[in-house]
């Protein structure tokens, strides 16, 4: 099922189930105004946002860009939450590819929250929390980055690791035709028959045909892949 892109006005505008004594909805406009206010606090400037929805505008995933002296390569909190009971919210803290909006996260934050209890108060101590680990998540991507970027890749051994992630499910069929045209058209990075072909030009390759994932997906298939990438 499509993910599709909506607005802040969109967003805040789908109606919030009603709370049951098992289930206590996060409202996305509390989940914004935290987010923006604790920005505030923290002296980091929001550069961007946007908010990806499924069909049926029940499951959803925020991703918020910071301002940081690189142009290029710039701090993203990510949101997931759902008002089916689906997925429980939680927040990634990542990095963000400017050129192309690509993420990289390495790891969803630990104080995720099932929609139960008080789970909609204690969404302000959740985003207190990701807000301290924003940077150091940062700085510890960049030195992955790093790396990738050392690492040329032949054509084969990129064929070999598009095959690994087929076979492995790490993408599916419509990802994967994706995937193989940024390898031979991207205009942002390095094709895989250049001499300089890298695993950074792979991972951003990869990551551009996650933008299709559906919001249930969106956050574990980044997480998943940095994984893979960090043990080639």
């Known amino acids: 099922m499509k993910s599709k892109i909506i607005s802040l006005e969109d967003l805040l505008n789908i109606n919030l189930p009603d709370k049951t004594e098992t289930y206590t909805p996060i409202s996305n406009g509390v989940i914004h105004d935290i987010i923006v206010r604790e920005s505030s606090n923290n002296d980091i400037t929001i550069n961007k946002h946007q908010f990806i929805t499924n069909a049926k505008r029940n499951k959803f995933i925020g991703r918020y860009i910071f301002d940081t002296p690189d142009s290029n390569l710039k701090m993203e909190l990510m949101f997931k939450n759902s008002y089916d009971k689906s997925i429980s919210f939680g927040l990634a803290a990542g990095l963000n590819v400017f050129v192309c909006t690509n993420g990289m996260v390495s790891g969803e934050l630990s104080y995720k929250r099932k929609h139960t209890g008080d789970a909609d108060i204690n969404v302000i101590d959740y985003v207190k929390f990701s807000m301290d680990e924003l940077v150091n998540n940062y700085e510890l991507l960049k030195i992955s980055i790093v790396k990738f970027q050392n690492l040329k890749l032949d054509t084969n051994n990129t064929k070999l690791l598009l095959g690994d992630l087929i076979m492995n499910d790490y993408v599916n069929s419509e990802q994967s035709n994706i995937i193989k045209s940024e390898l031979i ?48």
């Open 185 to 232: 058209n991207s205009t942002n990075f390095k094709h895989y028959n250049d001499d300089d072909f890298t695993a950074w030009d792979f991972y951003n390759a990869v990551t551009e045909s996650y933008k299709t994932s559906n919001p249930r997906n969106f956050i574990n298939n980044h997480v998943n892949f940095h994984h893979f990438m960090e043990n080639i």
